[in-house]
């Protein structure tokens, strides 16, 4: 699916991949990312866990998003947040968030989170990128 990449100098979405919300937001953010900045990865994939293990982040946990940033990792609603800014242009507007306490942002991530496949249902197995989107998946 995808050609080598160097993981220090990406930026990288890993999502859970048959959380039908969570393909919702990816399926949004291939969209509005029009310079093609950022690369997906399913939680579920050896390679994330391969990936993030190097983070001391566990991938079994599939209950938050997780972005790397050029080597920085973060989760949560501040992964939302520098996903959104660092689409530029209005979306930076965004960073405003952070002012909100994280305890707050990251209770409210929790909650949707935890009710995501009741809300919005899952699949049985991880959602195949369009065809023209294949170079954005690492697979």
């Given at each position: 699916m995808s050609k080598i990449i160097d993981?220090?100098?990406s930026k990288i979405i890993c999502?859970?991949?048959i959380c039908n919300f969570c393909n919702r937001w990816v399926s949004l953010l291939l969209k509005l990312d029009k310079k093609n900045r950022f690369k997906y990865l399913w939680l579920q994939s050896e390679t994330a866990k391969s990936i993030l293990s190097k983070h001391?982040?566990?991938?079994?946990?599939?209950?938050t998003i997780v972005y790397l940033n050029k080597g920085k990792l973060y989760t949560k609603s501040t992964a939302v947040i520098k996903i959104l800014s660092d689409l530029k242009g209005m979306w930076m507007l965004t960073k405003l968030l952070l002012l909100i306490p994280k305890i707050i942002r990251d209770t409210i991530y929790i909650i949707i989170?935890?009710?995501r496949y009741q809300l919005f249902g899952k699949?049985?197995?991880?959602?195949?990128p369009d065809i023209n989107q294949e170079n954005q998946f690492i697979s």
């Amino acid at each position: 699916m995808s050609k080598i990449i160097d993981y220090s100098q990406s930026k990288i979405i890993c999502y859970d991949g048959i959380c039908n919300f969570c393909n919702r937001w990816v399926s949004l953010l291939l969209k509005l990312d029009k310079k093609n900045r950022f690369k997906y990865l399913w939680l579920q994939s050896e390679t994330a866990k391969s990936i993030l293990s190097k983070h001391q982040f566990d991938a079994t946990h599939v209950s938050t998003i997780v972005y790397l940033n050029k080597g920085k990792l973060y989760t949560k609603s501040t992964a939302v947040i520098k996903i959104l800014s660092d689409l530029k242009g209005m979306w930076m507007l965004t960073k405003l968030l952070l002012l909100i306490p994280k305890i707050i942002r990251d209770t409210i991530y929790i909650i949707i989170a935890r009710y995501r496949y009741q809300l919005f249902g899952k699949q049985d197995s991880c959602k195949r990128p369009d065809i023209n989107q294949e170079n954005q998946f690492i697979s």
